[in-house]
């Protein structure tokens, strides 16, 4: 058992903290944000995810896991702090490491003994980070110190799940005695756990994501490919997944990528790249790709609708993706204000994100159920890959709709059972 503080507790913060205590280690949470701190100590997580609120409610009973409302209290008894602090992008894509900067400087101003604790990043930050930026504030504080990075891999809306049961483990370490701490808290991991040194670690979360996020913008290209050369994505998908060199996972076409990781990180990638002399041309290609996919869904409804100013057209699905509240980098975004700029009547639905989007694009009319979104619609596009929506059926489109035009937009329906709906999906 390891007395550990997470410092952020925001989805990666707080799924790994919960995950931490379920497996037996006493967990101490702490976030600047007063409400987030409350909301969390009493049991509500301040986000959807899968599985937290019961899990959350567990480790709080069982007093495993608890909430300080100072960085003191949280210090004071950790072995282990893990830094879990947002690292957006800046307006020029570049990582902003404030976040980092500032939680590294709290933590350093609340530790006050001279216990050598150990830190370690888990925020996503380019390699050099920990070196450059949390290793000086550390040493300015003359406390003694190791330092860790151990990327997270969660998957929104399985987070609890990736962090509980992970598929791999990557521990960067600024020596063997910080390895040898950092592989006891996975000791429970039946999976590979990968040793690196501090700079490497950092990078392979950075590679891990330029890369789906590489297969998801070759999958949405590949797709329309197929269509303008009249071929099915669906068999070539199959037959390029029988190549046992390329997984045929994430190479799902739809309208685009979004949520909080793969824009972000690409992103600071490329300017990171550029910043050292090197021109990263794929993962342009990629953001450019990824930035005009969600056209291909606009264009299926005009081809249908002709000129969209005064249609009625439903978005099914506001967040990124299906099972989660997140908004952040939704592809609805760029949906929704293409449509309002060619007039046309916008409504949407999302069975959680609904009053998030709301604040962000008010112009869109956000109710409260597929029935209402779809009621007297002249056209959809699904863009979240919710599984209810996955249930519809061409009857609910041809009832409930003015003119069933349909666009999948993640590929969730089965053409074959959409007879009688003007049914599109890319590919
Ligand atoms: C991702 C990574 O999977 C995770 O390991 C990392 O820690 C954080 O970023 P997440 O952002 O939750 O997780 O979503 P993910 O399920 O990976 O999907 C990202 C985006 O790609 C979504 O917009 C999704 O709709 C899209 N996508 C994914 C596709 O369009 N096609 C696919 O085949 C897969």
């Not at 009973?61 to 602090?85: G, N, W, Y």
């Not at 003359?142 to 860790?148: C, E």
């Not at 962090?163 to 600024?174: E, I, K, N």
């Not at 950092?182 to 330029?210: G, M, Q, W």
């Amino acid at each position: 058992m390891t007395n550990i503080s997470v410092v952020g507790l925001g989805p990666v913060g707080l799924c790994s903290a919960v995950a931490f205590a379920t497996q037996g280690h006493r967990v101490i949470g702490f976030d600047i944000d007063t409400s987030r701190r409350d909301q969390v100590s009493r049991g509500e997580p301040p986000f959807y995810e899968k599985g937290i609120r019961e899990a959350l409610r567990k480790v709080l009973r069982a007093k495993r896991f608890s909430v300080v409302d100072t960085m003191d209290a949280a210090i004071e008894p950790a072995a282990v702090v893990f830094l879990c602090v947002g690292t957006p992008s800046r307006e020029d894509g570049s990582m902003d490491d404030g976040g980092l900067r500032a939680a590294t400087k709290s933590i350093a101003a609340a530790w006050r003994d001279g216990k050598r604790r150990t830190v370690v990043v888990k925020s996503t930050v380019l390699p050099g980070t920990t070196d450059n930026v949390v290793r000086p504030i550390l040493e300015a504080s003359g406390r003694p110190f190791r330092l860790g990075v151990n990327p997270e891999f969660l998957r929104e809306g399985r987070a609890l799940e990736d962090a509980l049961r992970p598929d791999r483990v990557v521990l960067g370490a600024d020596g063997p005695e910080t390895a040898r701490i950092l592989k006891s808290l996975y000791r429970s991991a039946k999976c590979p756990v990968l040793a690196t040194d501090l700079k490497t670690a950092e990078a392979v979360k950075y590679a891990t994501n330029s890369f789906l996020a590489t297969k998801v913008a070759f999958a949405d290209e590949l797709a329309n490919l197929c269509d303008a050369l009249g071929v099915s994505y669906d068999e070539v998908h199959k037959g390029l997944g029988l190549d046992s060199r390329i997984n045929p996972r994430f190479l799902v076409p739809g309208v685009g990528f979004g949520g909080s990781c793969f824009p972000k990180d690409v992103r600071a990638l490329v300017s990171a790249g550029r910043r050292h002399g090197v021109e990263p041309r794929l993962l342009e290609a990629v953001l450019a790709q990824n930035e005009v996919q969600y056209l291909r869904a606009i264009a299926f409804l005009e081809e249908e609708l002709g000129d969209l100013n005064g249609k009625r057209i439903a978005i099914l699905g506001l967040a990124f993706k299906g099972d989660t509240d997140d908004i952040r980098e939704t592809r609805a975004f760029p949906i929704a204000r293409s449509l309002l700029s060619k007039g046309a009547l916008v409504v949407g639905y999302d069975p959680l994100a609904g009053p998030a989007f709301s604040k962000v694009v008010p112009e869109v009319k956000v109710v409260d159920s597929v029935k209402e979104a779809l009621a007297g619609a002249d056209g959809t596009i699904l863009q979240g890959d919710w599984p209810a929506f996955s249930r519809l059926t061409a009857k609910d489109f041809m009832t409930m709709m003015a003119t069933p035009v349909v666009v999948d937009g993640r590929r969730i329906l089965d053409p074959k059972k959409m007879r009688g709906v003007r049914f599109h999906r890319i590919g």
